[in-house]
Structure formats: structure tokens, C-alpha cells
């Protein structure tokens, strides 16, 4: 079920009786989509109370509704009873610190939810170690794929994370992790690349660690941005390389575009 449309309490609480305690019949639905309203903590707030009595919900999409910490945290304590949410992205809400600690509050007793996102919420290193402890305090945590991009969390905040819950043999074990614009630096980023080579865990920033060996490094140009009449054509680009600017035997050209 998807709405794009809500603007204010009246509408969550249409939600919380559709998904909740429902006079008409159970709630079937197994999809929820509510991404890009901006809500609220007082929406969030009602929304709870729909899911505290949920049993078909298997994915919510809460993403940019601006519930900030008291809304995330509302949310979580009815989460926390939740056995059948399998995948939650609050992406985006500014649930800073204090929310982390409610979704690691959370997580020590949920037994459900495999997926969670909680990129761009500023949770910092203090955040992640909160969720990270509850997920770990779970033993029969089912969490297997983690979000927590653009959160400003360093070096050793993704120590912990490792630590915790992908080099361990036991317990719960992540199989996905997505980290990008956060302030991990290169070089720990080699460093952890090199600890999980061995283990079946993808780990979004480490796809173009090959391109940081010494060896490749010493051979590669990198040229940003690229001139905008040369991003498309073949034509166009082995001009670029081989009689604009003399780069010598090029093997491999590689064009991106965005930020």
C-alpha cells in the first residue's frame, strides 16, 4: 500500500486503524510505503499504535517523514513487540544519538526484522555502538543487513561494527552493509577490506578498494570533472585520451557521472 500524500494526524490515524485494530477485518497488507511525508514525532506517534497490533506488515517504508528522536522512539517501542516486520528504512528523520539508543533498545528484543536503514540520521559513533550492542545482546536476532550511510561515524565507530557483528564466528552475523559517505578514511577502509576478504559479507564502499593498490595507483589518472562534451561518445573520449592530452597506452576508461 502506498500513500504520498499524508499531511497531518487525520491521516495517520486513518493508517493506525487500517493497520491495527481494524472493526472491518485483520489488516492484510503486507507492504507499507509512507516515504517523503513529512509527518512528524505527533504522526509517528500514532502510527505506533497501529503497530503494536500488526501481525502482516513485512516491510515499512518510513523514510524522510522528519519524526526526529521522540518519533523514532515511539516507533520503537511497538517495534519492539513486533515478530513479523521483516525490513524498516527510516532513512532520514533526524534521529540523531537518542534515537539510535531507542532502535538499539529495540533490537534487544525484536526477533524479526533482517533489514533495517538508518542512513542520514546522524547517529554518530555513539549511535552505532548503542544498535550494534542491541543487536548483539539478541540471541536470536535475525538482522542480516545493516544501513548506516551519512551518519559522520569514523574509523572507530566501523571497528566496533566489525567487531561486533561480521568477523565473529557465532552470533548474529551481517551479510550486508551499507557505509558510503561516512568518515571512514582509506586507509582503515583497506584495512577492514583485507580482515573480510575471507568472510561472505558485501560492504558497499569496498567495491572499488582494487583501484587503491599501490600498483594501479602509480598507472591511473583520474581527470574531474570531465569536460561535458566528452562524457557520452566513444569517439569523443579516445580523443581525449590519445590526441588532446597524450596519456600514453590507455587499457581501461571509466566515466561516472553524479555527485
Known amino acids: 500500500m502506498r500513500n504520498t500524500q499524508l499531511v497531518g494526524l487525520k491521516d495517520a490515524l486513518l ?4 493497520i491495527g485494530q481494524n472493526p472491518v477485518g485483520n489488516c492484510l497488507t503486507t507492504s507499507l510505503v509512507l516515504a517523503k511525508n ?19 506488515l513485512l516491510n ?8 526526529g528522536s521522540s518519533g523514532v522512539s515511539s516507533l520503537c517501542t511497538s517495534l519492539a513487540q513486533n515478530s513479523t516486520l521483516k525490513s524498516l528504512n527510516l532513512y532520514r528523520n533526524i534521529c540523531d544519538v537518542n534515537g539510535a539508543r531507542a532502535i538499539g533498545e529495540c533490537l534487544k528484543k525484536n526477533c524479526s526484522l533482517e533489514f533495517l536503514d538508518i542512513g542520514h540520521n546522524r547517529i554518530r559513533q555513539t549511535g552505532l555502538k548503542a544498535i ?22 569514523n574509523d ?12 565473529p564466528k557465532t552470533g548474529a552475523h551481517l551479510t550486508q552493509i551499507f557505509l558510503k559517505a561516512n568518515f571512514l578514511s582509506e586507509y582503515h577502509k583497506i584495512a577492514l577490506a583485507q580482515k573480510t576478504s575471507d568472510i561472505k559479507c558485501f560492504v558497499d564502499d569496498f567495491q572499488y578498494l582494487d583501484l587503491l593498490v599501490k600498483e594501479k595507483l602509480d598507472r591511473t589518472i583520474w581527470i574531474s570533472p570531465m569536460p561535458s562534451d566528452h562524457n557520452t561518445m566513444v569517439s569523443t573520449i579516445n580523443s581525449f585520451f590519445s590526441e588532446l592530452y597524450d596519456c600514453g597506452f590507455v587499457t581501461d576508461v571509466r566515466v561516472r557521472s553524479g555527485k
Open 15 to 18: 493508517i493506525q486503524y487500517a
Open 132 to 153: 550494534c550492542d542491541g543487536i548483539t545482546a539478541n540471541p536470536k536476532s535475525k538482522m542480516t543487513q545493516l544501513g548506516v550511510r551519512a551518519n559522520f561515524i
Open 156 to 167: 572507530d565507530g566501523f571497528t566496533y561494527l566489525f567487531e561486533k557483528l561480521v568477523f
Open 60 to 67: 515499512l517504508d518510513l523514510s524522510h517523514c522528519n519524526f
Open 38 to 56: 513529512a509527518m512528524g514525532k505527533e504522526a509517528a506517534k500514532v502510527l505506533a499504535v497501529g503497530l503494536q497490533f500488526n501481525k502482516s
